[in-house]
C-alpha cells in the first residue's frame, strides 16, 4: 500500500489505521545493467507476492528520479501470473557492457533506467500515469506499489538508498511498511524469475524442507545448493552483531529422529524483518559455516541458508513446542571412538551426545532449573549442566575426571535478548538458572553446542563464597602457587589489590609463593621492543601485598629473552618467586641468566645449586616457545628445601572435545611430555645426590593429574601430585568450557610426607576473577639431612 507523507514542502494524510501490506510488491530494482563496470548486461525490476496474483492487464512504469514538468512515465505492459512465494522478473533496457545476461525473464521492456535514482511504480492499468510528485502519485488508485531510490522525489514517505552500475536496492521481507528507505536495502543484484532461474543460465532452486536440508549427518546433502520452498514458523531471531539472522522450525516434521526440523537464515548485519511466531517460506543458499577454513577447520559447521530471500505467508502462528532436556535425555557417551572425522557419519541420537544435539540443531529446546558450572564470562555466556549428577564438585561445578569420562550434560548459554532490555546474568558456579531457559541449539567454536535463549530464567544466588586456608604453624613452611594471569606493571591498581588480597586473606601469606605469567615492565603493549625487565611489575605486587596487610616480600626471577617464552605476544610472562624474608632464606648464587643451565651439584655430600635463581636447561628444545622451569634453593629453620617454579606449553592447538575430529588429537601434549623428561631429569639429580632431600615442585603445568606429562613427574613415587590425594569432587583449580579441570599443580619428594595441601577457590568458579586460576597451597615440614 502506498503511504502518504510530507514531501518536497507537500502534506498529504496517512490513514489512521494503515496497516503493512504483504501483497504483490516491487521486490527489487536494479538500472545499472550494461553500464560501466556492471556484471549484468540489463536492467530489471523484481515483482514477488505471498498469494498468487494475475497480472494481466498490470503494467511496470518508471519516471525519472527529478522529473521536470515535461517527464513522462514510461510504460511496461505485464502479463501472466506472480506464484505465492515466487517471483517475476521484468527485463528491461540492455546497455553496452556487462558480460552476464539475465535469466529469460517473464515479460520483457525496453526502458532505460537510471542507476542511481528513480521511481518505478506497479500500476493496475496500461495508461502511462500522470503524477509528478509524491502527492500525487499517492492519490492515484491504479498504483499498487512504488518505489524511489537515491535522490528521488517520487516515493513512498522517504527514498530506498541510492543503487548504482553495480549494486540494485532490494527488500529484506515482503512486508511493506510504505517507507522506501525502511524497505530497501542497497546490494549486489540477484534476479530471479518465476521458474527460480539465477543469472546466467543458473540451476533453478530445488524445493526442499527443512529436514531435507539438515539431512541425516552433519554436513547437509543440499550443501552449497540454491533451495526455495523452504517454510517454517519463526522461532528466535538475533538482531544484534554482525551475524544476525532468524530461526525457522517446520511445523509439520517427517518421523526421522536424525533429521532436525529447525533452521538458522543468516541475514549478516542486516536485521530480519519477521516476527516470532510468523510464517515464511524462503529461498537461499544452503551453506556449512565453519569459524575459519572449512578445509582445515577442526570444529563443526553450523547449516545455515545465506542470502535469503523469504515471504511472509502469515503472522501470529503458535511455536511448536520445544524438546524438553530432563537429566537422562542426552546420551552419556560423546562421540563413536575412534570415529576420525565425524561429519559424514549418520548420526545416531539415541546414543551419541554429539548426534543428540546435531539432530537438533536450529530446534528450540528447553531446560529448566539448570544449576551453573562455569560462571558468566567477559563475552556474555555461562554454561549449566543438564546433568546434575554427573561427576558434580564440591562447590557446584563439574568435575572433569579424564579422557574417557567427557561431561556430556555441560551446555553452554547465551542471550538472544539484547542487553539493555535483559541484562545476562552474572552467574558463579553452582547458581541455577530457576525456571525455563529455551531457545534454538547452536554451535560455537568455544564451548561447542549451546542455547541460543530467548526465554532465560532467573538467576538464584546460592551464596558461593571464596575460600579462606588456615595460616601455617610456627614450624610449617607454607609454599603456595598462583598463575596471575598476565600481570604487568601497567595492569590497574585493582587488579594488583584483588591479587594482593588473594594471597593476604585468603592463602594467608604463604612463606614462599611460587608465581606464573609475570609479564615485563610494560606488558603486552611493548612487543618487540628489547623490554624484559619486570621489576616494576614486581615491586607493584608486592607493594599492593603490604598494603593488603601482608608481609613485604622479597622475590627472585630472571629475565627471559625478548619474545622468546612464549604467551601473550611482547608480555614476556616468566616464572618468579616471592618469599618473606622474616620466616625463610633464599640462598643466593649469581649466575643465572636467560642462557645459563643450573646444574646440581654436591657438596660436603650435599646436593646444591650452581646458580640460585637458575632455569632448568633453558637451552633444551623442549622450552621452545615456552616458560623455562626457575629453580631455587630455600632455608627454613636450618633446613633446605629446593623449589622449582614451571609454567609448561599451553593447551594451543589441540583439537577440542566437541569438535568433528573424535577422539581429538591433544598435539600440545608432545611438547609437555618433553618438558615432564627435562624437569623429572634434574629431580632425579637432586635425588641421586640426597634420596630425601626437599623438593616442590609448583605450577601452571596446563595438564591433567591423568595426563602423560604428571605420569613421567610421578613414575616410581619420586614425587607426589597433591592434587591426586584430594577426593575426586575437590580435584581443580580451573573452569573451562564448564568443566573443572586440574592444570595447576604442587608435587613433592617422598622426604615431604609430614603435610597438608588445600587448592583455594578464590577465582575460577566466580564471574569476578583477579586471575582465571586458583592458587593453591601446601603447608609442610621439611626433613632434616
Same mark, same amino acid.
Given at each position: ?20 501490506? %504483504? ?93 542511481? &535514482? ?20 499517492? /492519490? ?51 534476479? %530471479? ?7 546466467? @543460465? ?21 550443501? #552449497?545448493?540454491?533451495?526455495? @520452498? ?56 544452503? &551453506? ?39 537429566? #537422562? ?50 563475552? @556474555? ?11 558434580? &564438585?564440591?562447590?557446584? #561445578? ?178 618468579? !618467586? ?31 645449586? &650452581? ?26 629453620? @636450618? ?42 631429569? !634434574? ?22 593429574? !591423568?595426563?602423560?606429562?604428571? +605420569? ?5 613415587? /619420586? ?15 580451573? %573452569? ?30 566466580? +564471574? ?18
Amino acid at each position: 500500500m502506498l503511504a502518504v507523507g510530507a514531501v518536497a514542502g507537500l502534506a498529504f494524510a496517512v490513514p489512521a489505521e494503515a496497516t503493512p501490506s %504483504v501483497d504483490v510488491v516491487i521486490a527489487e530494482v536494479y538500472g545499472g545493467g550494461g553500464n560501466s563496470g556492471a556484471t549484468l548486461t540489463d536492467d530489471f525490476v523484481e515483482l514477488a507476492s505471498s498469494v498468487t496474483v494475475p497480472l494481466d492487464g498490470f503494467s511496470l512504469q518508471y519516471l525519472p528520479g527529478t522529473p521536470s514538468a515535461s517527464s513522462k512515465w514510461q510504460v511496461t505492459a505485464l502479463t501472466g501470473s506472480v506464484a505465492a512465494g515466487g517471483r517475476y522478473l521484468i527485463g528491461e533496457a540492455k546497455g553496452a557492457g556487462g558480460t552476464v545476461d539475465l535469466p529469460v525473464p517473464d515479460v520483457a521492456g525496453g526502458i532505460a533506467m537510471a542507476a542511481g &535514482s528513480g521511481t518505478v511504480a506497479l500500476v493496475s492499468g496500461t495508461d502511462p500515469l500522470t503524477c509528478l510528485t509524491a502527492a500525487d502519485c499517492a /492519490a492515484d488508485t491504479r498504483i499498487r506499489d512504488l518505489v524511489g531510490y537515491g535522490t528521488a522525489t517520487v516515493r513512498e514517505t522517504s527514498p530506498a538508498p541510492a543503487a548504482s552500475n553495480t549494486t540494485s536496492v532490494a527488500r529484506a521481507t515482503l512486508v511493506d511498511t510504505d517507507d522506501n528507505s525502511n524497505d530497501f536495502t542497497a546490494g549486489a543484484p540477484t534476479p %530471479v524469475n518465476s521458474k527460480g532461474e539465477t543469472p546466467g @543460465g543458473g540451476t533453478p532452486p530445488v524445493t526442499a524442507k527443512i529436514h531435507d536440508i539438515q539431512g541425516t549427518t552433519r554436513i547437509s546433502p543440499l550443501n #552449497g545448493q540454491k533451495v526455495t @520452498g523452504v517454510t517454517g514458523i519463526v522461532t528466535a531471531l538475533r538482531t544484534f552483531g554482525s551475524a544476525r539472522g532468524f530461526w525457522l522450525t517446520d511445523p509439520q516434521p517427517d518421523s526421522d529422529p536424525r533429521t532436525s526440523e529447525g533452521l538458522l537464515v543468516f541475514t549478516g548485519a542486516s536485521t530480519p524483518q519477521v516476527a516470532v511466531g510468523d510464517s515464511v517460506t524462503v529461498t537461499g543458499t544452503v &551453506s556449512e559455516y565453519y569459524p575459519d577454513d572449512p578445509a582445515a577447520s577442526v570444529y563443526q559447521s553450523t547449516t545455515e541458508l545465506v542470502s535469503p530471500q523469504w515471504t511472509v505467508l502469515s503472522s501470529g502462528n503458535p511455536l511448536p513446542a520445544p524438546a524438553v532436556i530432563a537429566p #537422562g535425555t542426552v546420551p552419556d557417551t560423546l562421540a563413536p571412538q575412534p570415529g576420525g572425522n565425524i561429519e559424514n557419519l549418520p548420526l545416531e541420537p539415541a546414543t551419541y551426545a554429539l548426534d543428540f544435539w546435531e539432530a537438533h540443531e536450529g530446534e528450540v529446546v528447553s531446560i529448566s532449573d539448570a544449576r551453573v558450572v562455569g560462571p558468566t564470562t567477559a563475552y @556474555g555466556e555461562l554454561y549449566v549442566t543438564t546433568k546434575p549428577d554427573q561427576n558434580p &564438585s564440591v562447590r557446584g #561445578g563439574t568435575v572433569y575426571a579424564g579422557y574417557e569420562q567427557p561431561n556430556t550434560g555441560v551446555l553452554k548459554i547465551e542471550s538472544l535478548i539484547p542487553f539493555a532490555q535483559r541484562p545476562f546474568p552474572k552467574a558463579n558456579t553452582g547458581d541455577v538458572l530457576t525456571g525455563i531457559t529455551s531457545g534454538p541449539v547452536d554451535y560455537s567454536e568455544y564451548g561447542g553446542y549451546r542455547i541460543e535463549a530467548s526465554v532465560l530464567g532467573e538467576l538464584k544466588d546460592n551464596g558461593l563464597t571464596r575460600e579462606v586456608t588456615r595460616k601455617q604453624r610456627w614450624d610449617q613452611l607454607a609454599v603456595a602457587t598462583y598463575n596471575v594471569e598476565n600481570l604487568s606493571a601497567v595492569d590497574s591498581q585493582d587488579k594488583f589489590d584483588q591479587l594482593a588480597h588473594g594471597v593476604v586473606d585468603n592463602l594467608a601469606s604463604p612463606d614462599v609463593v611460587t608465581l606464573e605469567e609475570i609479564q615485563d615492565n610494560n606488558g603486552a603493549a611493548g612487543k618487540g621492543d628489547g623490554v624484559v625487565a619486570a621489576d616494576r611489575t614486581l615491586t607493584r605486587f608486592v607493594d599492593a601485598i603490604v598494603a593488603a596487610g601482608g608481609p613485604r616480600y622479597q622475590w627472585r626471577e630472571i629475565d627471559p629473552q625478548d619474545l622468546a617464552d612464549g604467551g601473550q605476544p611482547g608480555g614476556n610472562i616468566r616464572t618468579a !618467586f616471592l618469599f618473606n624474608p622474616s620466616r625463610v632464606s633464599f640462598v643466593d648464587r649469581p649466575g643465572g641468566d636467560a642462557t645459563t643451565a643450573v646444574k646440581v651439584v654436591k657438596t660436603s655430600g650435599r646436593p646444591r645449586l &650452581s646458580v640460585s635463581p637458575g632455569r632448568v636447561d633453558p637451552a633444551n628444545e623442549a622450552w621452545q616457545d615456552s616458560r623455562k622451569p626457575l629453580a631455587g634453593e630455600f632455608v627454613f629453620q @636450618g633446613r633446605t628445601v629446593f623449589v622449582i617454579a614451571n609454567h609448561f606449553n599451553s593447551k594451543g592447538g589441540d583439537q577440542p572435545t566437541h569438535g568433528r575430529y573424535q577422539p581429538p588429537t591433544r598435539s600440545s601434549e608432545v611438547q609437555r611430555a618433553k618438558q615432564a623428561q627435562v624437569l623429572r631429569g !634434574f629431580v632425579d639429580q637432586i635425588l641421586a645426590a640426597n634420596p630425601v632431600a626437599n623438593i616442590v615442585v609448583a605450577g601452571d603445568l596446563n595438564d591433567y593429574q !591423568f595426563s602423560p606429562a604428571l +605420569a613421567t613427574l610421578t613414575a616410581r613415587g /619420586a614425587l607426589t601430585d597433591l592434587i591426586t590425594t584430594l577426593p575426586v569432587s575437590e580435584r581443580y583449580s580451573y %573452569v573451562y568450557e564448564g568443566n573443572s579441570q586440574v592444570l595447576d599443580h604442587i608435587l613433592v619428594s617422598r622426604s615431604l610426607c609430614r603435610l597438608d595441601y588445600d587448592v583455594v577457590h578464590v577465582n575460577a568458579e566466580f +564471574a569476578q576473577q583477579a586471575s582465571d586460576h586458583d592458587p593453591q597451597v601446601v603447608r609442610l615440614t621439611p626433613l632434616w639431612w
